[in-house]
């Protein structure tokens, strides 16, 4: 039998021999004594015999002592549970995951995402009316309650969720605004943009994971000939391509026949090419009108691509859902979507405006729409369902996230941005409306932007005269441009 001399030692006691008895030491050292020989036969006898006592019980209690330490190390990870089932509580403890969202991170946020819900359902008057609100409010209406998502669009969500906190070197959770004047938040404070109030709102939540929340807003007031078919191209440029959530809010430059049609191949467009960016973020689009019965097409666009968290959310529809009658209202003279009206018959003022000194500044604070163009207040509605809906997919992430840790899973292993699916052309549905010509194709496009901001890659653009990237730095460069 060979041996590793550094692992252990074997003894080897042969008691059927009665001339010799043997004690090997398998760490290159043997000992053989023949019994009879030497002084005393006699002696010889006796005392080998009381060595071979004393080996055995050195044996024994090796062995005694070597159950012992492994029935401790067994009861360390080998837990009963009520019905005697072994559950690994401790098996994984010092595991070496790869990624460092912890149980206790999960439970951080998912008290924070549960503050949230809880904060926003007693705002809006309870669970129901808030859910008929913010949920019910888009073309394919949210159901997280539902175990069996059908159309897929709730599992993408969760997922994105997922990948974000268990993806160590993902810091910032980022999504990336593109649209007109209202995106802007045109003729409101900075402060008071849907993107900034949310990033107040939903940003505890990433807090609270070891993350921060970013709002990217690329909103663009359309005065340089801009509009939603020739944007939706430079997705990569206007925002970061690695978002994890993109907004669409160019709505108002869709209006009219041609346009209307024209919208839906240039979404369908956008939906596609955002599957080709790292984070492969679901597109939401927001509109500020009412929901009607011309946008079969537009349902239509919303099922095709729900598996991809594609969906449309309307903020006046989203208004009417709980319960206000603004049309009785609007016929007694108040109309509560008029130009600088303030209170949407819910509230008077933003919840941060209630603790606002300034008079001015707090009826301002109250203003549903300042004229086209969304107030604070809508704007806190808009941000109260994108937060509303975003901490409901987080929750469900986390179950899925602790439901591994706790079962010695290593949630990198399932979750990690590595671990998506590439999407390329042929991993997509056919297009409904797009032009295939670049439409189905296997990489997102960019454009030449010289806006600001740009948060995304520049692509070409006109350098500095003495930047050291520019050809022509040291000449005359009157009419030239560093390209």
């Known amino acids: 039998m060979a041996a590793n001399n550094h692992d252990y030692e074997q003894l080897h006691l042969n008691d059927d021999d009665a001339d010799s008895e043997s004690i090997e030491l398998v760490q290159g050292r043997r000992l053989h004594r023949t019994l009879g020989s030497g002084p005393s036969a006699e ?41 005697g089932a072994k559950q690994h509580k401790n098996k994984d403890k010092h595991k070496n995951y790869g990624t460092s969202f912890t149980l206790e991170r999960v439970q951080n946020t998912r008290q924070a995402a549960l503050n949230l819900i809880n904060m926003l359902q007693e705002y809006y008057g309870g669970k129901e009316q808030s859910e008929k609100m913010m949920l019910q409010s888009w073309l394919q209406p949210w159901d997280f309650d539902n175990a069996t998502d059908m159309t897929g669009m709730v599992d993408k969500m969760v997922d994105t969720m997922a990948r974000a906190l268990v993806t160590d070197d993902q810091k910032e959770f980022i999504i990336g605004t593109i649209g007109s004047s209202v995106a802007a938040g045109h003729d409101n404070c900075k402060h008071d943009s849907y993107e900034l109030q949310m990033e107040r709102t939903f940003g505890p939540v990433w807090e609270a994971a070891g993350m921060k929340l970013t709002c990217q807003n690329a909103g663009d007031g359309g005065a340089c000939g801009d509009d939603f078919s020739n944007q939706v191209f430079c997705i990569k440029q206007n925002v970061s391509p690695d978002i994890d959530i993109a907004h669409y809010t160019w709505t108002y430059y869709e209006a009219g026949g041609p346009a209307s049609a024209k919208a839906l191949v240039m979404r369908e467009s956008l939906a596609r090419w955002a599957q080709m960016l790292p984070h492969q973020p679901p597109v939401h689009v927001y509109n500020t009108g009412k929901m009607n019965q011309h946008q079969g097409d537009e349902h239509q666009l919303a099922e095709h691509m729900s598996e991809f968290g594609y969906n449309a959310f309307y903020m006046t529809s989203g208004f009417y859902n709980g319960g206000f009658d603004y049309d009785a209202a609007k016929e007694d003279g108040v109309d509560h979507f008029g130009w600088g009206h303030v209170g949407d018959g819910y509230h008077n003022v933003t919840r941060y405006g209630e603790k606002e000194s300034s008079p001015e500044r707090k009826e301002s604070l109250g203003t549903v729409m300042r004229n086209w163009h969304p107030g604070p207040l809508a704007f806190q509605f808009v941000s109260d369902t994108f937060s509303y809906i975003y901490s409901q997919a987080i929750l469900r992430a986390l179950d899925l996230i602790e439901s591994d840790l706790k079962n010695g899973i290593d949630p990198a292993e399932k979750w990690a941005a590595s671990k998506r699916k590439i999407h390329i052309k042929s991993s997509l549905p056919p297009p409904i409306f797009c032009d295939l010509r670049y439409c189905v194709v296997d990489e997102a496009p960019g454009c030449l932007n010289f806006e600001k901001p740009t948060y995304g890659w520049w692509g070409a653009r006109a350098e500095d005269p003495d930047d050291s990237l520019n050809p022509h730095k040291g000449e005359v460069q009157i009419g030239k441009f560093g390209m």
């Open 43 to 83: 002696s010889t006898t006796s005392s080998s015999s009381s060595t071979s006592t004393i080996i055995r019980w050195v044996i024994i209690s090796f062995l005694m002592i070597g159950m012992y330490m492994l029935g401790m190390k067994q009861g360390k990870s080998d837990v009963l549970d009520d019905k």
